[in-house]
Protein backbone atom coordinates (compact mmCIF):
# COMPACT_ATOMS: atom_id res chain seq x y z
CA UNK A 1 0.00 0.00 0.00
CA UNK A 2 1.65 3.36 -1.18
CA UNK A 3 1.08 6.71 0.79
CA UNK A 4 -2.03 7.71 -0.55
CA UNK A 5 -3.57 4.55 -0.30
CA UNK A 6 -3.17 4.62 3.52
CA UNK A 7 -4.29 8.01 4.30
CA UNK A 8 -7.80 7.07 1.92
CA UNK A 9 -7.62 4.17 3.84
CA UNK A 10 -6.93 5.97 7.50
CA UNK A 11 -8.55 9.18 6.85
CA UNK A 12 -10.81 9.70 3.87
CA UNK A 13 -14.64 10.56 4.59
CA UNK A 14 -16.84 9.18 1.61
CA UNK A 15 -18.49 12.23 -0.42
CA UNK A 16 -16.11 15.03 1.76
CA UNK A 17 -12.42 14.28 1.62
CA UNK A 18 -10.05 12.20 -0.32
CA UNK A 19 -6.41 12.50 -1.05
CA UNK A 20 -4.65 12.80 -4.52
CA UNK A 21 -1.23 13.12 -5.62
CA UNK A 22 -0.11 16.35 -7.70
CA UNK A 23 2.17 15.30 -10.65
CA UNK A 24 5.05 16.64 -8.79
CA UNK A 25 4.02 13.61 -6.23
CA UNK A 26 3.10 16.28 -3.52
CA UNK A 27 -0.09 14.58 -1.41
CA UNK A 28 -3.06 17.21 -1.46
CA UNK A 29 -6.51 16.54 0.12
CA UNK A 30 -9.45 17.93 -2.06
CA UNK A 31 -12.23 18.37 0.16
CA UNK A 32 -15.98 18.93 -1.13
CA UNK A 33 -19.18 19.39 1.28
CA UNK A 34 -22.86 20.83 0.53
CA UNK A 35 -20.80 23.95 2.15
CA UNK A 36 -17.77 24.48 0.00
CA UNK A 37 -14.41 22.96 -1.38
CA UNK A 38 -10.72 23.68 -0.61
CA UNK A 39 -7.46 21.63 -1.69
CA UNK A 40 -4.85 21.38 0.83
CA UNK A 41 -1.06 20.34 0.46
CA UNK A 42 0.30 18.13 3.07
CA UNK A 43 3.64 20.05 2.52
CA UNK A 44 3.67 23.25 4.56
CA UNK A 45 -0.45 22.39 5.76
CA UNK A 46 -0.68 24.56 2.68
CA UNK A 47 -4.23 25.38 2.01
CA UNK A 48 -4.51 25.89 -1.77
CA UNK A 49 -7.73 26.68 -2.46
CA UNK A 50 -11.14 27.35 -0.35
CA UNK A 51 -14.61 28.49 -2.56
CA UNK A 52 -17.87 28.46 -0.69
CA UNK A 53 -21.07 27.22 -2.42
CA UNK A 54 -21.73 29.49 -5.01
CA UNK A 55 -18.68 31.77 -4.63
CA UNK A 56 -15.54 32.67 -7.03
CA UNK A 57 -12.71 31.55 -5.30
CA UNK A 58 -12.02 32.99 -1.89
CA UNK A 59 -8.08 32.32 -1.61
CA UNK A 60 -5.70 33.16 -4.11
CA UNK A 61 -3.73 30.66 -6.18
CA UNK A 62 -1.17 31.69 -8.67
CA UNK A 63 -1.74 30.33 -12.14
CA UNK A 64 1.95 29.86 -12.27
CA UNK A 65 2.47 28.17 -8.39
CA UNK A 66 5.20 25.35 -8.89
CA UNK A 67 4.13 22.61 -6.38
CA UNK A 68 7.87 21.53 -5.90
CA UNK A 69 8.63 19.23 -3.16
CA UNK A 70 10.63 21.60 -0.63
CA UNK A 71 9.85 24.62 -2.28
CA UNK A 72 7.24 27.28 -1.13
CA UNK A 73 3.91 27.52 -3.07
CA UNK A 74 2.84 30.87 -4.24
CA UNK A 75 -0.18 31.60 -2.71
CA UNK A 76 -2.91 29.99 -0.49
CA UNK A 77 -1.97 30.08 2.97
CA UNK A 78 1.31 29.94 3.58
CA UNK A 79 2.61 28.93 7.56
CA UNK A 80 5.10 31.29 8.93
CA UNK A 81 6.79 29.17 11.67
CA UNK A 82 9.17 29.75 13.59
CA UNK A 83 9.84 32.79 12.27
CA UNK A 84 8.17 35.65 10.54
CA UNK A 85 10.43 36.98 7.59
CA UNK A 86 14.61 36.70 7.58
CA UNK A 87 15.85 34.99 10.77
CA UNK A 88 17.50 37.37 13.09
CA UNK A 89 20.57 35.54 13.18
CA UNK A 90 21.65 33.15 10.79
CA UNK A 91 21.00 34.89 6.92
CA UNK A 92 21.29 31.49 5.31
CA UNK A 93 18.17 30.24 7.53
CA UNK A 94 14.82 30.17 5.07
CA UNK A 95 12.84 33.31 5.35
CA UNK A 96 9.56 32.86 7.40
CA UNK A 97 10.89 29.65 8.75
CA UNK A 98 10.74 26.17 7.76
CA UNK A 99 7.37 25.04 8.22
CA UNK A 100 5.83 26.10 5.11
CA UNK A 101 8.00 23.72 3.12
CA UNK A 102 8.24 20.91 5.29
CA UNK A 103 6.27 17.54 5.62
CA UNK A 104 3.19 17.46 7.96
CA UNK A 105 0.95 14.82 9.18
CA UNK A 106 -2.71 13.89 9.26
CA UNK A 107 -4.05 12.78 12.69
CA UNK A 108 -7.65 13.31 12.24
CA UNK A 109 -10.30 13.92 9.89
CA UNK A 110 -14.24 14.55 10.38
CA UNK A 111 -17.11 15.74 10.14
CA UNK A 112 -18.40 18.68 11.93
CA UNK A 113 -21.87 19.39 13.55
CA UNK A 114 -22.83 22.29 11.15
CA UNK A 115 -21.64 19.82 7.95
CA UNK A 116 -18.10 21.33 7.79
CA UNK A 117 -15.18 19.25 7.25
CA UNK A 118 -12.17 19.53 9.68
CA UNK A 119 -8.69 17.99 9.06
CA UNK A 120 -5.64 18.19 11.90
CA UNK A 121 -2.37 17.99 10.68
CA UNK A 122 1.01 17.92 12.61
CA UNK A 123 4.51 19.49 11.64
CA UNK A 124 7.00 16.62 11.35
CA UNK A 125 10.11 16.76 13.09
CA UNK A 126 13.40 16.17 10.46
CA UNK A 127 16.47 17.19 11.09
CA UNK A 128 17.15 20.00 9.11
CA UNK A 129 14.69 21.37 11.19
CA UNK A 130 16.31 20.60 14.36
CA UNK A 131 19.10 22.26 13.45
CA UNK A 132 17.65 25.29 12.65
CA UNK A 133 15.01 25.11 15.68
CA UNK A 134 16.58 23.06 19.04
CA UNK A 135 13.66 23.60 20.85
CA UNK A 136 11.20 21.03 22.24
CA UNK A 137 8.22 21.70 20.34
CA UNK A 138 4.82 20.71 19.04
CA UNK A 139 2.90 22.77 16.11
CA UNK A 140 -0.21 21.82 14.70
CA UNK A 141 -2.79 23.27 11.96
CA UNK A 142 -6.63 22.58 12.10
CA UNK A 143 -8.49 23.60 9.30
CA UNK A 144 -12.37 23.50 9.10
CA UNK A 145 -13.95 23.78 5.24
CA UNK A 146 -17.34 25.17 5.77
CA UNK A 147 -19.80 28.44 5.22
CA UNK A 148 -16.39 29.50 7.02
CA UNK A 149 -12.95 28.71 6.56
CA UNK A 150 -11.08 28.33 10.30
CA UNK A 151 -7.50 27.69 10.70
CA UNK A 152 -5.87 27.30 13.86
CA UNK A 153 -1.86 27.40 14.40
CA UNK A 154 -1.33 25.59 17.85
CA UNK A 155 2.12 25.88 19.16
CA UNK A 156 3.18 23.73 22.18
CA UNK A 157 6.52 24.47 24.09
CA UNK A 158 7.79 20.81 25.64
CA UNK A 159 11.09 22.19 26.84
CA UNK A 160 12.06 23.45 29.93
CA UNK A 161 13.07 27.35 29.04
CA UNK A 162 11.06 29.69 27.52
CA UNK A 163 11.25 30.37 23.63
CA UNK A 164 10.54 33.13 21.41
CA UNK A 165 8.65 33.02 17.83
CA UNK A 166 6.81 35.05 15.69
CA UNK A 167 4.67 33.57 12.95
CA UNK A 168 1.78 34.19 10.60
CA UNK A 169 -0.95 32.89 8.55
CA UNK A 170 -0.20 34.57 4.86
CA UNK A 171 -3.15 34.09 3.51
CA UNK A 172 -3.59 35.51 0.06
CA UNK A 173 -7.03 36.63 -0.78
CA UNK A 174 -8.19 36.72 -4.42
CA UNK A 175 -9.81 40.22 -5.26
CA UNK A 176 -11.48 42.06 -8.97
CA UNK A 177 -8.65 44.60 -9.02
CA UNK A 178 -6.57 45.69 -6.00
CA UNK A 179 -6.86 48.93 -7.29
CA UNK A 180 -9.69 49.24 -6.69
CA UNK A 181 -10.11 47.21 -3.34
CA UNK A 182 -9.95 48.71 0.19
CA UNK A 183 -9.56 47.13 3.34
CA UNK A 184 -11.21 48.69 6.81
CA UNK A 185 -10.12 47.76 9.95
CA UNK A 186 -6.64 49.34 10.68
CA UNK A 187 -7.54 52.97 11.28
CA UNK A 188 -5.55 55.11 13.61
CA UNK A 189 -3.03 51.79 13.92
CA UNK A 190 0.80 52.21 14.41
CA UNK A 191 2.47 50.33 11.51
CA UNK A 192 5.95 49.71 9.85
CA UNK A 193 6.73 50.36 6.75
CA UNK A 194 8.87 48.07 4.76
CA UNK A 195 9.00 49.70 1.52
CA UNK A 196 10.54 52.68 3.47
CA UNK A 197 13.06 51.18 5.36
CA UNK A 198 11.12 50.31 8.05
CA UNK A 199 9.88 53.62 8.93
CA UNK A 200 7.12 53.91 11.47
CA UNK A 201 3.58 55.51 10.61
CA UNK A 202 0.19 55.65 11.05
CA UNK A 203 -2.84 54.80 9.42
CA UNK A 204 -5.06 57.16 8.53
CA UNK A 205 -8.35 55.52 6.79
CA UNK A 206 -8.82 52.36 5.00
CA UNK A 207 -5.76 50.74 3.47
CA UNK A 208 -5.86 51.43 -0.45
CA UNK A 209 -3.67 50.64 -3.13
CA UNK A 210 -1.78 51.96 -5.67
CA UNK A 211 2.04 50.72 -5.84
CA UNK A 212 3.99 48.03 -3.66
CA UNK A 213 2.30 47.86 -0.16
CA UNK A 214 4.68 45.89 2.83
CA UNK A 215 3.53 46.81 6.21
CA UNK A 216 3.46 45.33 10.05
CA UNK A 217 0.35 47.06 11.77
CA UNK A 218 1.39 46.66 15.21
CA UNK A 219 -1.16 45.40 18.38
CA UNK A 220 -3.92 45.35 15.85
CA UNK A 221 -6.91 42.46 17.27
CA UNK A 222 -10.16 43.73 15.52
CA UNK A 223 -11.59 42.54 11.93
CA UNK A 224 -10.50 43.42 8.73
CA UNK A 225 -12.53 43.73 6.14
CA UNK A 226 -11.80 43.78 2.45
CA UNK A 227 -14.24 45.54 0.31
CA UNK A 228 -14.15 44.42 -2.83
CA UNK A 229 -17.32 46.48 -5.40
CA UNK A 230 -15.74 44.16 -8.27
CA UNK A 231 -16.55 40.84 -7.04
CA UNK A 232 -20.19 42.87 -5.04
CA UNK A 233 -18.44 40.91 -1.73
CA UNK A 234 -16.37 41.88 1.21
CA UNK A 235 -13.97 39.25 2.80
CA UNK A 236 -14.45 39.26 6.86
CA UNK A 237 -10.69 38.22 8.93
CA UNK A 238 -10.92 37.68 12.15
CA UNK A 239 -8.59 36.51 14.55
CA UNK A 240 -7.55 35.28 17.91
CA UNK A 241 -4.16 35.00 19.12
CA UNK A 242 -2.66 37.52 17.20
CA UNK A 243 -1.33 40.78 17.61
CA UNK A 244 -0.33 41.63 14.23
CA UNK A 245 -1.56 42.26 10.79
CA UNK A 246 0.47 42.08 7.64
CA UNK A 247 -0.72 43.81 4.68
CA UNK A 248 1.40 42.79 1.44
CA UNK A 249 0.97 43.10 -2.48
CA UNK A 250 4.23 42.96 -4.23
CA UNK A 251 2.92 45.05 -7.29
CA UNK A 252 4.62 44.32 -10.71
CA UNK A 253 8.26 44.50 -10.05
CA UNK A 254 8.28 41.75 -7.49
CA UNK A 255 5.60 39.70 -8.63
CA UNK A 256 7.58 36.52 -9.47
CA UNK A 257 5.39 33.31 -10.24
CA UNK A 258 2.15 35.19 -10.26
CA UNK A 259 1.00 35.29 -13.90
CA UNK A 260 1.15 38.58 -16.16
CA UNK A 261 -1.38 40.20 -13.87
CA UNK A 262 -1.11 38.09 -11.31
CA UNK A 263 -0.64 41.21 -8.78
CA UNK A 264 -3.91 42.92 -9.45
CA UNK A 265 -5.52 40.01 -8.67
CA UNK A 266 -4.52 39.30 -4.81
CA UNK A 267 -3.75 40.72 -1.91
CA UNK A 268 -2.39 39.08 1.44
CA UNK A 269 -4.18 39.70 4.54
CA UNK A 270 -1.79 38.51 7.08
CA UNK A 271 -2.82 37.20 11.18
CA UNK A 272 0.34 37.39 12.74
CA UNK A 273 2.71 37.54 15.48
CA UNK A 274 5.75 39.41 14.53
CA UNK A 275 8.01 42.14 14.91
CA UNK A 276 8.10 44.19 18.64
CA UNK A 277 4.65 41.44 18.94
CA UNK A 278 6.70 38.33 18.78
CA UNK A 279 5.67 35.86 21.44
CA UNK A 280 7.38 34.46 24.61
CA UNK A 281 5.72 31.02 24.78
CA UNK A 282 6.73 29.57 28.70
CA UNK A 283 7.63 26.46 29.04
CA UNK A 284 5.66 23.91 29.32
CA UNK A 285 2.53 26.49 28.04
CA UNK A 286 0.68 26.06 24.29
CA UNK A 287 -0.63 29.47 22.09
CA UNK A 288 -2.87 29.20 19.78
CA UNK A 289 -3.59 31.28 16.97
CA UNK A 290 -6.82 31.54 15.11
CA UNK A 291 -8.85 32.90 12.08
CA UNK A 292 -11.95 32.48 10.63
CA UNK A 293 -12.40 33.48 7.03
CA UNK A 294 -15.73 34.70 5.92
CA UNK A 295 -17.94 36.20 2.37
CA UNK A 296 -20.52 39.17 2.87
CA UNK A 297 -22.48 40.98 0.01
CA UNK A 298 -21.21 44.43 -0.36
CA UNK A 299 -23.22 47.27 -0.34
CA UNK A 300 -21.41 48.76 -3.23
CA UNK A 301 -19.07 51.21 -1.49
CA UNK A 302 -16.44 52.83 -4.00
CA UNK A 303 -13.01 53.66 -3.71
CA UNK A 304 -13.08 57.19 -3.79
CA UNK A 305 -15.96 56.74 -0.92
CA UNK A 306 -13.29 54.57 1.19
CA UNK A 307 -10.55 57.04 1.08
Known amino acids: MNEIEALNSQFSIANQLVFTTAPSGLAIVSISNPHASATIALQGSHLMSWAPKGEKPVVWLSPDAKLIPGKSIRGGVPICWPWFGDHAAEANAPAHGFARTSQWQVIETRTLADGATQIKLELEANNMARQQWPH ?3 VQCIISVGHTLQMELLTGNCGKNDITISEALHTYFAVS ?5 SIDGLDGC ?3 DKVEAFKKKQQAGAVTFSAEVDRLYLNTQADCIIHDPGLS ?3 RISKAGSESTVIWN ?3 KKAEQMGDDGYLRMVCVESANAGQNSMIL ?4 EHSLKVCYSVEKDL ?3 INQAR
Open 136 to 138: ATT
Open 177 to 181: DVRNI
Open 190 to 192: DYQ
Open 233 to 235: RRI
Open 250 to 252: PWL
Open 282 to 285: AAGA
Open 300 to 302: GRT
